[in-house]
């Protein structure tokens, strides 16, 4: 069968390339085409537009590249009816994704989604579009089943794709000392700074998290950086910051680091998985008054960060906004790294979010699952 996926930034291009290797499996005859990444790339297939060309967020950001999003929206559409597939698979990135989807129903392409949008979480509106144009979803969290049965809509729950790539790394995880040696790091225990993947969160927060390091020499600090993102961005927020930057070692970086400071998304659960204690962040244009609208107008959940949404508690600090200032950074860095009741607390609450992720498999059973319904439709 023919298949064409869609994934518009980092994690999309992760979850997508492991999605590839099942579905290859699951159907010796699968054919892809699609709009991913590198790591889509190197399973096969062909690649026809890079996320790094699509990932704009935040309102300011898609308003001034709404050109390009209307030029790849128009390329998409074109290309897909060029390449007749079988199923449209869409990964999360709503905005476009969604609008895509309503272009494949219209001309009678099976649409199945993965990776539900936040919708949980804000734009609850968006289960309209869903309904109408969606043909499967498969979600990847426990309560995601609940949200959407209260909008008669039924779901197939696969379990979390982190689980698979986690499990996956660990199977070769790399030694301390090598990890050391290959970055010209010492032997001081090792702090992480996750940033994010795209320009604009990295500089809306990465200066902040410099900041608050400064003065802490009894631990080395690490940037995770993105290779898609010039080096020289993260060089010139660091100045002459005691900061370090290592590119796409994420997972290497958590397994060794002893904390971390986070910028809220993806990489605070990756982070919790690893069992690293974090403070997690995250800020946006707008100031106090995009605050005072996302509170109290928009979202839908009482935390950001998916390890406190899963949990349904507290188990991590969030920085958000207003919040997000070098010295509630420092406060609680400092009880991060000198209060082990504090960080054995938080642990503790990691090893309940583990047990509500589930196991691993969940790209193994998502294909399996596909290539069965799209078997038994074609029947």
């Known amino acids: 069968m023919r298949y064409y996926l869609i994934a518009g930034e980092a994690s999309g291009d992760l979850h997508g390339s492991n999605l590839l290797k099942e579905l290859a499996v699951a159907d010796t005859d699968a054919q892809f085409q ?202 010139e927020i660091i100045g002459n910051k005691n900061v370090s930057i290592i590119f796409d070692q994420t997972y290497d970086l958590l397994s060794l680091a002893h904390t971390a400071i986070v910028t809220s998304g993806t990489a605070a659960l990756e982070t919790a998985l690893f069992n690293v204690p974090q403070v997690a962040m995250y800020k946006m244009e707008g100031g106090i008054l995009v605050d005072v609208i996302m509170r109290n107008f928009v979202l839908k959940t009482n935390w950001v960060t998916l390890p406190n949404i899963i949990l349904q508690k507290a188990a991590i600090l969030e920085l958000i906004q207003k919040d997000l200032t070098v010295k509630k950074v420092r406060v609680e860095l400092n009880k991060l790294l000198f209060d082990n009741i504090y960080r054995e607390k938080m642990i503790h609450d990691y090893n309940s979010l583990l047990k509500l992720m589930g196991e691993s498999g969940c790209s193994k059973r998502t294909a399996e699952k596909m290539v069965k319904l799209l078997t038994l439709d074609s029947k």
């Not at 390449?83 to 129903?105: M, Q, S, T």
């Not at 919708?119 to 309209?128: H, N, P, Q, S, Y």
């Open 34 to 235: 699609y709009f991913g990444g590198d790591l889509m790339q190197s399973v096969g297939g062909n690649l026809v537009k890079h996320y790094r060309e699509m990932a704009f967020m935040g309102f300011l950001d898609v308003l001034l590249n709404i050109r390009t999003i209307k030029r790849n929206m128009e390329f998409c559409k074109k290309d897909l009816l060029q390449f007749e597939p079988d199923v449209l698979i869409l990964i999360d990135y709503p905005g476009f994704n969604l609008r895509i989807a309503e272009f494949a129903k219209s001309n009678n392409i099976k649409v199945f989604y993965y990776i539900s949008p936040k919708l949980w979480a804000w734009k609850e509106f968006r289960v309209k579009k869903i309904k109408a144009f969606v043909d499967e979803m498969f979600t990847i969290f426990p309560f995601e089943t609940e949200f959407y049965k209260k909008h008669n809509f039924k779901v197939n729950y696969v379990g979390n794709p982190l689980m698979d790539s986690i499990s996956e790394y660990k199977k070769i995880t790399i030694s301390k000392s090598t990890f050391h040696k290959k970055n010209n790091l010492d032997n001081r225990q090792v702090v992480a700074i996750l940033a994010g993947s795209r320009l604009k969160e990295i500089k809306r927060v990465l200066p902040t998290m410099v900041k608050a390091v400064e003065g802490l020499s009894d631990f080395q600090f690490v940037i995770a950086g993105v290779k898609n993102i010039d080096k020289n961005i993260y060089t």
